[in-house]
């Protein structure tokens, strides 16, 4: 076969990817709870009684999402729990005498009584706050000294035990530097999301009270968007679906999966792979790995930086010090090629298989739902309209998802039959 | 070579108009199989070839319906329609359900089933009528 792979394309495991995504991430309903939680973060916390009001000076303090939500990478876990992990920045002037546990203290006491919240947890770097099917973990930072940067600041690291100090941070400058590589995605990509989002996305979230209800409904709201725009970007896409498939990976391992924005960093490196959403994934894959095996070799660790703010060091906490570090990198090498492969063989396999693999690497459910999603879109028995083939390749397309393009044209009408090659009997029966 | 969905496929066309009365379509690499615990003639929608089953061809339209004619190029047909054969071959194997058009029994193996349960239905009724009037 080995002389027709020039012809080959990895249109149908792109196409599977994408129903994948799209089943892990929030729905358009989701996004807009989430848009509301977000701004019931800043009422709670300037409210008058607030812990924190005093300091959050009008025209000062700024608080708004950061990581996933920010860069359009969010995903449900999918490992030990069904939510969304969401961030929040509280970017404020912190007084000079505050501590970096007197920041978490008042953060904390500050965040009591948020409506429907099950369970308040402080973190090392933040305080998480835990609603059904959602953890929002919300950090002060501290640009209180001036800096040359625009929005950097210091962050607490405050352990329970052991030495806190400030870590430098840019959250809003690294967004904008993802944003601003990734760009809005490409036309034919953005059309394909759009058009398998139509026909497979699920809401999650539930709205905690009427007026959360009520805010999610609204078509309209007079209000200023607490979430950047969605990025449909071919890198966005192939990131939710990295990240799904290390949680699952590093899920029964008791190690620490490198953190979200070091993912976020590589793939922003890699930029865009015109080959589709498997080379995407592919390249990020196999590249980081090799970037992993470099360092095992000499003997160092990465140090990526927020090409925003340098200070803001990336790789601050993973992979972690000495022989435990290279344990991390070792793990991670592992991972990314047994994604790579494993890619690179569904690519041109049978769909039981894709769908097996596709289990594997992002889930029981997901595969499961994936057949259904499958069955969905080429069931044309019941006078649908005629599927689509690309012409030189034989590539099927199903009706709801073909763009029309001069290559491709509808299937001749006809029905599937049988007969029987028998020497006495009659053909037909 | 075909590549409907994301395994590419080899297919062998032959069409002879003088011998044959429509093109013969196999599946070369890989070959076609059953879903587990199934036999080739469960396969749906072949030209079953009882003497040889796994050179069985693709039963691709109902020539009752007059859907080709020797008049049609099979690069727009035949080809086509193969690799539509091929995407619910796949679908079949994952689902169990063929989900493209289709006329009359679906398989050549449910076809012998029904043959079969009509002849044992016919054979307990008949028994059962000379049973009723009393065996000469």
Not at chain 1, 257 to 286: C, D, H, N, W
Not at chain 1, 340 to 366: C, D
Not at chain 1, 396 to 403: G, N, Q, S, T
């Amino acid at each position: 076969m080995s002389k027709f792979e020039r012809f080959l394309t990895t249109a149908a495991l792109d196409g599977v990817l994408l129903d994948i995504a799209i089943q892990i991430e929030p729905s358009h309903a989701d996004r807009r709870i989430t848009e509301n939680r977000y701004r019931r973060l800043k009422e709670h916390l300037e409210r008058p009684s607030s812990a924190l009001a005093p300091y959050l000076k009008a025209g000062r303090h700024l608080i708004y999402a950061q990581g996933s939500v920010a860069t359009s990478t969010t995903i449900i876990n999918g490992a030990d729990d069904d939510r969304f992990d969401i961030d929040a920045i509280v970017e404020m002037d912190v007084p000079a005498h505050w501590s970096e546990h007197d920041m978490q203290d008042i953060l904390e006491k500050a965040l009591q009584g948020f409506p429907g919240v099950v369970k308040i947890v402080r973190c090392t770097r933040c305080i998480q706050l835990q609603f059904p099917f959602m953890h929002m973990d919300v950090t002060v930072m501290d640009r209180a000294r001036p800096l040359a940067v625009e929005r950097a600041g210091t962050i607490p690291h405050a352990p329970d035990e052991g030495k806190s100090y400030r870590v430098a941070s840019n959250p809003w400058g690294f967004t904008a530097w993802f944003r601003s590589v990734v760009g809005v995605g490409q036309d034919n990509f953005v059309e394909q999301l759009r058009k398998r989002r139509a026909i497979s996305s699920r809401s999650r979230l539930r709205a905690l009270d009427d007026m959360e209800t009520k805010l999610a409904k609204a078509e309209q709201v007079d209000l200023p968007p607490m979430i950047p725009s969605a990025i449909d970007a071919q890198e966005a896409v192939a990131l939710k679906l990295a990240k799904r498939y290390l949680n699952l990976r590093y899920e029964p391992l008791d190690r620490k999966r490198p953190p979200s924005i070091y993912l976020v960093k590589r793939m922003g490196t890699v930029g865009y792979v015109a080959e589709g959403l498997t080379g995407q994934l592919v390249v990020f894959a196999e590249s980081t790995a090799a970037i992993m095996r470099q360092h095992l070799a000499a003997g160092t660790r990465p140090a990526e930086e927020n090409p925003s703010y340098p200070p803001d060091k990336i790789n601050d906490r993973w992979p972690a010090q000495g022989m435990d570090g290279r344990r991390d990198m070792q793990l991670f090498a592992e991972a990314l090629e047994h994604l790579a492969q494993k890619l690179r063989r569904l690519a041109r396999a049978p769909l039981t298989e894709i769908v097996a693999g596709m289990s594997e690497l992002f889930g029981e459910r997901v595969g499961a739902g994936l057949k259904k999603v499958l069955a969905e879109q080429f069931d044309t028995r019941a006078g649908s309209p005629p599927n689509q083939v690309q012409t030189g390749t034989g590539n099927v397309k199903a009706p709801a998802l073909v763009k029309s393009s001069p290559d491709v044209r509808a299937v001749p009408r006809h029905n599937f039959h049988r007969l029987i090659l028998d020497e006495d009997a009659d053909d037909e029966a | 070579m075909l590549q409907p969905l994301a395994q590419p496929y080899i297919i062998e066309v032959f069409w002879n108009p003088k011998i044959l009365d429509r093109p013969y379509v196999l599946i070369a690499e890989p070959t076609i199989a059953p879903r587990p615990g199934l036999e080739f003639a469960d396969i749906p929608h072949l030209m079953f070839n009882a003497l040889e089953p796994t050179r069985s061809g693709l039963c691709l339209f109902d020539p009752a319906g007059r859907e080709w004619t020797p008049a049609d190029l099979i690069a727009d047909t035949t080809i086509d329609w193969t690799a539509e054969w091929l995407t619910y071959y796949e679908l079949w194997h994952l689902t169990g359900e063929w989900l493209g058009p289709s006329v009359g029994y679906e398989s050549v193996g449910r076809l012998r089933a029904e043959q079969a349960r009509a002849v044992r239905s016919m054979i307990q009724n008949d028994l059962g009528t000379q049973d009723g009037a009393g065996a000469a």
